[in-house]
């Protein structure tokens, strides 16, 4: 056979392929439906294994590829069927009474956030609120308990750092569930080294701040090579505010920081790992709320603990054409070698199929909690 004609046998089988998927992808969906008026379980994993095991046997040499492809067939399958059953259980009910078709996001409002005068979260929640009521609180904790409570109407919280990476401490608190990112922002954060005025590099005993903000100043503070002590406080602007009480403190904070406490720049030195130093801020409500231009979606999960749990996750979001913007793991604590994942996607819960990869994401996941979806600005 010559290409031209092996060409068009191929086409010809392809022919015959899509004919049959289109009609295993409507067979699915039958069984789906007799599976809910049954009350089986929608996915039956002994039955799949069976199945792969088989396909597999009859392959010979081409065993691999054979289990990759109906192993990917079950997957769009299962992603498929996802988009049909969507609205049958309470994540969709709870995503549907969220969405405020024609709600403007508010410019005032009463907003919790870490820290004190000068901090990072202030200038987060000033470019979410420009007419909003700030109110401080000494930990992230303290914000959520704000939220919670009904004091404030939103708390904004750091979640993720250009340099550093995710902030643990707020995925570990968001993760429980009870709360919703409604906004995000990202935030240009740029460090300087700060005392009282006049005081020189030779002189600072002690450099205090924010463990994330020594962390993107790490290769400036390594360079110190222990000659002065390192401290981390609760953020940077109160880091600030201790330098300006205390001869011999720096603290690494922001130039509006300097300002507030009368601190002048130790150093004309670049103490920033990278110039491009960025944090997103995600301001979180107690009251699901989905705004018009929501484009970017949040949920952490577990996997169970088996062999292509990830690969099946990824393949349900691949299989819409979703992008991924984050897919981060984190260890369990108390669970040996479990992980949970930190996932952000480009993605609207009212574009088609959307609600019904969740769905199935939930199926797949030993635990699943939707954060929100939401608008960065």
Do not use: W
């Not at 018009?292 to 979606?297: D, F, V, W």
């Amino acid at each position: 056979m010559n290409l031209d004609e092996v060409r068009k046998e191929i086409d010809c089988i392809d022919e015959q392929l899509l004919e049959l998927f289109l009609r295993r992808m409507e067979l699915g969906k039958e069984a789906l439906k007799e599976k809910m008026y049954c009350g089986k379980p929608l996915v039956d994993k002994r039955r799949e294994r069976e199945i792969l095991k088989n396909i597999s046997e009859k392959s010979g040499d081409m065993s691999v590829y054979s289990h990759r492809l109906f192993n990917e067939l079950m997957t769009l399958s299962r992603a498929y069927q996802g988009t049909v059953s969507a609205g049958k259980t309470q994540l969709t009910k709870d995503i549907e009474n969220a969405v405020l078709s024609d709600a403007v996001f508010p410019a005032k409002a009463s907003v919790a956030c870490q820290g004190i005068e000068g901090a990072n979260s202030q200038q987060a929640a000033d470019r979410l609120f420009p007419q909003g009521n700030i109110m401080f609180c000494k930990s992230f904790e303290g914000v959520l308990n704000a939220v919670k409570s009904g004091l404030c109407d939103y708390g904004v919280l750091p979640i993720e750092n250009s340099s550093n990476g995710s902030v643990h401490a707020v995925y570990d608190l968001l993760k429980d569930g009870g709360f919703n990112i409604v906004r995000s922002v990202k935030l240009c954060v740029h460090h300087e080294l700060l005392a009282q005025k006049g005081t020189k590099l030779c002189d600072v005993k002690e450099i205090m701040s924010h463990e994330q903000a020594l962390g993107q100043c790490g290769n400036f503070i390594k360079k110190l090579d222990g000659m002065v002590k390192i401290s981390s406080c609760a953020n940077t602007a109160l880091a600030a505010k201790i330098a300006s009480e205390s001869p011999g403190v720096a603290a690494i904070s922001s130039p509006i920081c300097a300002e507030l406490y009368d601190l002048s720049r130790v150093t004309d030195e670049n103490i920033q790992n990278s110039e491009n130093n960025y944090t997103r801020f995600v301001c979180v409500s107690a009251k699901p709320a989905i705004y018009p231009g929501a484009n970017r979606l949040s949920f952490v999960a577990s996997l169970k603990h088996e062999a292509g749990e990830l690969y099946k996750l990824v393949s349900v979001i691949d299989a819409l054409g979703v992008s991924i913007s984050k897919l981060e793991s984190k260890p369990i604590v108390g669970r040996d070698f479990e992980f949970m994942f930190l996932v952000d996607l480009e993605a609207s819960v009212l574009e088609p199929n959307i609600i019904g990869m969740l769905e199935e994401i939930e199926r797949i996941c030993g635990s699943f909690v939707f954060l929100g979806n939401y608008q960065e600005i």
